[in-house]
C-alpha cells in the first residue's frame, strides 16, 4: 500500500476528510453498486444534540410537548450513567436526505455513517415502494416546520393546557392514525395553511350568533329520520380503522383548530408508518451497503488497516444475534437478520447450491447480485421480504425456530425447526412476526351516533385471545371519549366466534 | 453534498419540552423534593436533584395487548438441539409473572428518574413559601422611584450627549453623502501647486475649479449635523418598597450542645438560602448570644464555636441598638428568627419578656421562635413557658419545636407558608 491515496489517516476528523470520505464512498455506491440517491447533506451535531433529535423521535423540527421531554429526560440520564450509547448517527427521510454525525466520532465512524446512512438509508428510502407511496421527501421538512408553528401559535392563542390535552390524547391513537390504503396527494403545505387560514377567516366574518337558535332541519323531519342516519353511517363511511382521522373530520365538538392538530399527528402517523413496515429491511440494506463500501474502500487502500480493524469490530458489535436463552437477548435484532438476508441473497446470486436453485428459481445462480437486491430494496417490506427470500441455508445457519405460547401452559410448545419439514413453517412464522397487523391490537370505529345519544362505538376484534390490558385500554378511551365529547364504547368481539369477550364504557369529562 | 456544522446551534432545543414535562409532574416532584430534603443535609441543596417519580404517572396510554394472555406464536434463533414437539418451560413459573423477566418490548420502568437542575430544585423547594408581612403597613402606598435607562432620544441635555451613537449616525450620513475625504482635497491642492510651478494654465483652471467644487462638497456635508445627535434616556420607574431586614439570633450558650446548635444552624441556613434567593433586598444580621451578644459575619455565625452562659435578652439589647442604629423602623420591614434550646436564667426572664413585648415585637414584622430540643416530651423549657402567653396575644409572633433533621424543612413551612399567612390575615380582617 502506498498510502499516498488514503482518505484520512488516524482517528481525527475534520470536514476535508469528511468531503474526501463523501466522494470516495460517492463513487463506489453510485458507480459499483447502482444506488440512487437524494442528494446528501450532512450535518455535524454534539451529543446533547443527539439526544435531542432522540427525544424529538428522531425528528429536526418538532413542535413542543412534555412527553419529549420526558424522553429527553430518560435517554440523558442513561447517556450519562453509561447504561447506554447514543446511534452514531440519525438520517431522516427528506429530499436532500440529512443525515447527522455526531463531533465526538472518530473518522472511521463519520465513514461508516455516512456509507450506512447518506447511502444506505437514503436509497432505501428513495426506492422503496412504502416510502415513494406514503411520504413525499420534498415536504417533509415544511410540513414539520408548519405544524411546529401552527402548534406554537395555538398554545399562545388557547393556552397551553389547551393544546397539550389535545395532544396527549393524539399521541394515545398515534398508532390508529393511518390509513393502510395509499393517501391521496394532497395539496402543498403551503396551500394548505392559505386553506385552513381562509376558513378560519371567512368563519370569523360570517359568524353570526342568531344562527344559533334556528331549528334544526334534520330532528322536525322525524319520519325520514332512520334514512337519514344510515345517510350519515355512509357518509361516516364505518367501519373506520383510522381512529385518529375520523375523530378529527367527525368528532362533534371539536374546534377547528383542535380538528388540525389531530391531522398534523395523523400525518405524521402516516409519515412513520413505512419506517415502521421496513425497519429490518431498510437496516439490512444500509449495513450491507456500509460493509460493501467499507470492504471496497480498503481494498482500493483508501483507508488505512487500523481503521478497517476499528469498522469490523463495530459492525460486528451491530449485527450480532444473542441466541434465545443469552442474557443480552432482546428479540431478533434487525441489524442481524437483515443483513445476513441480504449476504445470503448475493450468495445465491454468484454460487448457489443446487437447494438455492428449487428454492428460487427466479434470481440463483442469475450473477446480479446488486440488481437482485435493488430490486427487493424497492419492491418489498419486511414481512413479504422474508416470506420470498428467507433461505433454508439461513435458517439453519441462524437456528431458527418456531415456538407456541399459549397462556396457562407453563411450557413453550416447540412448532418448527430448521429441518426439511420445517422451513416453510419457520419462515411463514418469521414473516408474520414482521407483519405489523397482526402484532397490535385491531380496533375499528364501527358505529358513530351523529344525532341521538352520540355514542361512538369502537370494535377490537380478537384473534388468539390477545385482549386488550385493561388499564391503558380505560385511559385510551378516556381520551377518546374528551375528543368525540359522548359516551365511548369499546367492545372486544373474538374474531372467530363472534362472541364479546369485554364491553368498556367510558364518559367524556364535564 | 453540504457539510453543515450545527454545534453552534442553541442547544437548549429541548428546554421547551422540559418546561412543559416539569409542568407537568410538579405535584410528584414536589412531593420527591420534601422527600429529598428529609436524608439530606441543608448545605447540600445547592446541587442539581435526582427525583424519582413512580413512572405509573407519566406513562402516555395506548391500545396495546395485556401481557401474558393469549396465544402467541414466535421465532427464536439459536436452536440448540430443540426437536419439533419439545416442550420449553417458562422462565418464572406461568404467565404474568412479576414482570422482571421482563417483557420483549417494554423497558421494564418501574420508576421514572429524572434530574432536576439547582434552579428547578429551589423552586420546588421554596414554592409558596413567602417572607410574612412583606410591606409595611404604613409604607404599604409609599414607592420610591428610580431611574433606569431608555435607549436614546434626539435632544437633551448636552452633558447627555452620548457621542458613540452620534459618530455612528454621522458617520453612516457622510458614507451615504459622499463626503471627499481630506486627502483627496489635499492631492488636488498638491496638483494645483504643481501645476503653478509649470505654469500650465489650463490645467490650473481647471484644478481651481475641482477645488472650489470639492471644497463647496466638504462644506455641505457637516461633520455632525443637528440629526446625528443622540442623547441618553433615561426613564423614572416607581417601584414599591421592599426594604426588609432579618434578623437570625442564636444562641451558643453551653447547654446548646453541638448537636443542637448544628439542628439551629440547619435551621438558619434554610432560612438564608430562602431569603437570598427570594429577595434581593433583603438584608440578614446573624447575632449570636452567650451571656454577651455580638454581631458576626455569616460565616463565623455558620461555622464559628462558642460557648457560654445563656442571657437571651443581650441579644434583644443588641438587636434594638442595630435597628436603632442603622435600619429605622419607620423605612425598613425587620423580621427575626431567633433559636435556642430554650434555657435562659430565671433572672434575665422578666427583661427578655418586657424587651420583645415593648420594644422588639412592636417593631418586627414577624417574629419566628424556634426551640431546638432532643426530647420534644419533656416539660417545656422556660422560654417556651413564657413565651406562651405571646403566641396568644400577638399574631405575628410564631414559635416552633425542632428536634430532629427531618423537622426543620416542615417546621420551616409551617413558619413561612404564604397559606397560612392568608389565613391569618383574612382572620384579622
Known amino acids: 500500500m502506498t498510502g499516498t491515496n488514503l482518505i484520512y489517516r488516524g482517528s481525527e476528523w475534520d470536514f476535508e476528510s469528511l468531503h474526501r470520505a463523501h466522494e470516495a464512498i460517492e463513487e463506489i455506491a453510485l458507480g459499483e453498486l447502482g444506488l440512487d440517491v437524494y442528494p446528501n447533506q450532512i450535518e455535524v451535531i454534539t451529543s446533547e444534540q443527539m439526544l435531542d433529535a432522540y427525544a424529538a423521535i428522531g425528528m429536526p423540527l418538532m413542535y413542543h410537548h412534555w412527553s419529549f421531554g420526558k424522553h429527553f429526560a430518560r435517554e440523558e440520564l442513561l447517556y450519562r450513567k453509561g447504561a447506554r450509547a447514543l446511534a452514531y448517527e440519525l438520517v431522516i427521510n427528506s429530499n436532500p436526505c440529512v443525515s447527522y454525525v ?80 395509499a393517501p391521496k396527494r394532497a395539496a402543498t403545505t403551503k396551500d394548505r395553511i392559505a386553506k385552513a387560514e381562509s376558513r378560519r377567516q371567512h368563519e370569523q366574518s360570517t359568524y353570526n350568533d342568531l344562527w344559533r337558535t334556528l331549528p334544526n332541519k334534520g330532528k322536525t323531519a322525524a319520519t325520514g329520520n332512520e334514512e337519514l342516519d344510515n345517510g350519515v353511517a355512509n357518509s361516516l363511511s364505518l367501519p373506520e380503522e383510522n381512529v385518529l382521522a375520523f375523530l378529527a373530520n367527525h368528532a362533534p365538538k371539536l374546534k377547528d383548530w383542535q380538528r388540525e392538530i389531530l391531522h398534523i399527528v395523523r400525518r405524521m402517523a ?129 437456528h431458527l425456530f418456531a415456538v407456541g405460547d399459549e397462556s396457562g401452559l407453563p411450557y413453550l410448545a416447540v412448532e418448527a425447526i430448521h429441518d426439511e419439514s420445517g422451513y416453510r413453517e419457520v419462515r411463514q412464522r418469521l414473516a408474520e412476526q414482521y407483519d405489523m397487523l397482526k402484532h397490535e391490537p385491531e380496533i375499528e370505529v364501527t358505529e358513530a351516533d351523529l344525532t341521538g345519544n352520540r355514542r361512538l362505538v369502537l370494535t377490537h376484534r380478537v384473534r388468539g385471545g390477545r385482549l386488550l390490558s385493561k388499564n391503558d385500554c380505560n385511559r385510551t378511551l378516556c381520551h377518546i371519549a374528551n375528543l368525540w365529547g359522548y359516551r365511548v364504547r369499546l367492545v372486544e368481539v373474538d374474531s372467530q366466534t363472534g362472541k364479546t369477550l369485554n364491553d368498556y364504557d367510558v364518559v367524556a369529562m364535564p | 453534498m453540504h457539510v453543515i456544522d450545527r454545534r453552534q446551534n442553541p442547544n437548549a432545543k429541548s428546554l421547551g419540552n422540559r418546561q412543559r414535562f416539569v409542568r407537568r409532574v410538579k405535584s410528584h416532584i414536589r412531593k420527591a423534593v420534601k422527600e429529598a430534603i428529609r436524608h439530606r443535609k441543608v448545605a447540600d441543596l445547592e446541587g442539581s436533584e435526582k427525583i424519582s417519580i413512580n413512572a405509573n404517572d407519566v406513562s402516555e396510554p395506548n391500545f396495546n395487548f395485556e401481557s401474558g394472555v393469549g396465544n402467541r406464536n414466535y421465532v427464536l434463533p439459536g436452536n440448540r438441539g430443540y426437536q419439533r414437539g419439545d416442550r420449553i418451560r417458562k422462565p418464572s413459573g406461568g404467565a404474568g409473572g412479576s414482570g422482571a423477566s421482563g417483557s420483549p418490548d417494554g423497558d421494564g420502568e418501574d420508576m421514572f428518574v429524572f434530574l432536576l437542575t439547582r434552579e428547578e430544585f429551589m423552586d420546588m423547594f421554596f414554592d409558596d413559601l413567602e417572607l410574612p408581612n412583606l410591606a409595611k403597613r404604613k409604607l404599604k402606598s409609599m414607592t420610591t422611584t428610580s431611574r433606569v435607562r431608555a435607549g436614546y432620544s434626539v435632544d437633551g441635555a448636552p452633558q447627555r450627549l452620548n457621542l458613540r451613537e452620534t459618530m455612528r449616525h454621522s458617520l453612516s450620513r457622510r458614507i451615504a453623502l459622499r463626503r471627499p475625504k481630506t486627502s483627496e482635497l489635499d492631492a488636488l491642492l498638491a496638483e494645483l501647486e504643481q501645476a503653478k510651478e509649470q505654469d500650465d494654465e489650463e490645467e490650473i483652471k481647471r484644478l481651481t475649479e475641482l477645488v472650489a467644487v470639492t471644497q463647496r462638497r466638504m462644506k455641505r456635508v457637516s461633520y455632525l449635523d443637528t440629526v446625528d445627535l443622540r442623547y441618553n434616556r433615561f426613564e423614572t420607574r416607581s417601584k414599591p418598597t421592599t426594604q426588609a431586614v432579618m434578623f437570625c439570633l442564636m444562641d451558643t450558650s453551653a447547654s446548646m450542645t453541638e448537636d443542637l446548635k448544628d439542628l439551629a444552624k440547619r435551621f438558619y441556613m434554610l432560612l438564608h438560602l430562602f431569603l437570598t434567593r427570594y429577595y434581593q433586598a433583603v438584608e440578614i444580621v446573624f447575632i449570636r448570644h452567650t451571656y454577651t451578644a455580638t454581631e458576626v459575619d455569616e460565616h463565623t455565625f455558620f461555622y464559628g464555636r462558642e460557648t457560654g452562659g445563656t442571657v437571651v435578652s443581650s441579644a434583644l439589647i443588641e438587636m434594638e441598638r442595630i435597628v436603632k442604629e442603622r435600619y429605622p423602623v419607620e423605612d425598613w420591614n425587620i423580621y427575626a428568627a431567633q433559636a435556642s434550646d430554650g434555657h435562659n436564667f430565671d433572672h434575665d426572664m422578666p427583661q427578655t419578656m418586657s424587651l420583645l413585648e415593648k420594644s422588639i415585637l412592636p417593631m418586627c414584622q414577624y417574629y419566628a421562635y424556634i426551640e431546638v430540643g432532643d426530647e420534644p416530651l419533656t416539660s417545656d423549657s422556660v422560654l417556651w413557658k413564657n413565651y406562651e402567653s405571646l403566641v396568644a396575644r400577638i399574631s405575628h409572633f410564631q414559635r416552633a419545636k425542632v428536634s430532629e433533621p427531618a423537622d426543620i424543612y416542615p417546621v420551616f413551612h409551617k413558619l413561612f407558608s404564604s397559606d397560612k399567612r392568608q389565613q391569618s390575615q383574612t382572620a384579622a380582617g
Open chain 1, 102 to 181: 455526531m463531533e465526538e466520532n472518530t473518522m472511521t465512524m463519520q465513514a461508516l455513517v455516512i456509507a450506512h446512512a447518506a447511502f444506505g438509508h437514503n436509497h432505501f428510502f428513495k426506492n422503496n415502494h412504502l416510502f415513494r407511496q406514503w411520504t413525499r421527501a420534498d415536504r417533509v421538512l415544511d410540513d414539520l416546520a408548519y405544524a411546529k408553528h401552527y402548534i406554537s401559535d395555538c398554545e399562545q392563542r388557547y393556552g397551553l393546557q389547551a393544546v397539550e390535552s389535545i395532544l396527549d390524547a393524539a399521541h394515545a391513537l398515534m398508532g390508529y392514525g393511518v390509513s393502510r390504503y
Open chain 1, 270 to 398: 402516516q409519515y412513520f408508518y413505512p419506517q415502521r413496515q421496513t425497519k429490518m429491511m431498510n437496516e439490512g440494506c444500509a449495513t450491507y451497503v456500509h460493509y460493501q463500501i467499507m470492504n471496497r474502500l480498503y481494498d482500493a487502500g483508501r483507508i488505512e488497516e487500523g481503521s478497517m480493524l476499528e469498522f469490523l469490530h463495530m459492525h460486528s458489535a451491530v449485527v450480532t444475534q444473542p441466541r434465545f436463552d443469552d442474557r443480552r437477548f432482546s428479540g431478533m435484532n434487525p441489524y442481524a437478520i437483515g443483513f445476513a438476508m441480504m449476504r445470503d441473497i448475493a450468495r445465491i446470486c454468484e454460487d448457489p447450491s443446487d437447494e438455492d436453485r428449487q428454492w428460487f428459481p427466479e434470481f440463483a445462480g442469475n450473477g446480479q447480485a446488486m440488481a437482485t437486491l435493488r430490486d427487493a430494496w424497492s419492491e418489498y417490506r419486511d414481512e413479504s421480504f422474508i416470506l420470498q427470500f428467507l433461505s433454508p441455508r439461513l435458517i439453519r445457519d441462524m
